[in-house]
């Protein structure tokens, strides 16, 4: 019986807990929650960490790639700005119109005498200028009566030189028989025989100079005729059209069947400008010199600086509108004649109104 209660005595020791053991316990759970407040306050160090490194490259990257920030941009080109327009007003579109491109100078060549078409040396896109022959006619039967004239030319002056000698011969014959007649040995009959050829010959001489001077002339008419069968661009420009081809008949004026009456057309690109029509009553919102913005149909993400050039003073009843001159103040090889865009008056708030499209 002693020996039992031992037994239960010692198994109760050993399912009773020690001091020491609960208080190492205690002392593993607060160094646990300490590591973990370690690691949350390290993870919200790295999180901003992060977030100014972000930033920063951020900053870098639109700095390198040249671009400011949004709040920095450049707003509307002072350029566009009008004189006349009051100091602190923002310039805004003040009306918007279309239209289209147009040459100024444009010139639709052709021969100045009829002819048959021997070559032509130009096709369409290509660059001429100004004298360069573009077209030749044939020009066979006007060199050969350039030739013949040649001829009457060369012959009028051989007349010239052998009437001066003609004329030099009489003269010292008529010195003689005026000395002879002086001392009385040749009659006075003689003497009138020999100033009559002297005379005669004098005025065959101013005859035949007037007769080289009609020779000369009618040599150059021919020499003129020869120089039309080479048609010559009239300026620089750009072929925009070909209308001809070897072998047919053009002429200055268009007979009808055959006959073409025009070898090609030039458009001078230096001289593209704009036309609108802009409707009577939005008038008032267009002046000389007012800053435009000019873009193309055909590109319209690209916009041109332009100005008025004038307003044409004259009205088209019919349609109740106003023309107006737009120049282009930059030149670019896509605007081409006849081509559609889209105008912006650029004015004042104050003059604005509501914006309308003519």
Known sequence: MNGSAKDRRALLNELRIARGDRA????????????????????????MGSGVLFTSWSFIGTAASGDPPPSKRAAVPEAL?????????????????????????????????TGRLASVFVEEGDHVEPGQVIALLDDSAAQAELALADSRLTSARSRLRELQISVDHADRRLGRSVELARRQLVSAESL???????????????????????????????????????????????????????????????????????????????SLEVEVDINEAYLKRVFPDQPVRVSLNAWPGHGYEARVIAIVPAADRNKATVRVRIGLLEQDDRVLPNMGVQVRFVGDAASAGTNSTS
């Open 192 to 270: 009138d025989d020999d100033r009559v050829t002297k005379g005669t010959l004098v005025a065959k001489l101013e005859s035949a100079r007037y007769e080289i001077e009609v020779a000369r002339r009618q040599r150059d008419v021919l020499a003129v005729q020869v120089a039309d069968t080479r048609i010559r661009a009239p300026f620089a420009g750009v072929v925009i059209d070909r209308s001809a081809h070897p072998g047919e008949v053009v002429s200055p004026m268009s007979a009808g069947g055959f006959t073409r009456s025009g070898i090609g057309t030039i458009v001078d690109m230096g």
């Open 24 to 47: 190492g316990d205690e002392a593993v759970r607060r160094d646990a929650k300490a590591r973990r407040k370690g690691l949350l306050l390290g993870a919200l160090v790295l999180a």
């Open 81 to 113: 700005l009008d004189a006349r327009r009051p100091p602190g007003q923002d310039p805004v579109t003040v009306l918007e119109a279309t239209g289209f491109v147009v040459a100024r100078r444009e010139a639709a060549v052709s021969a100045r005498i």
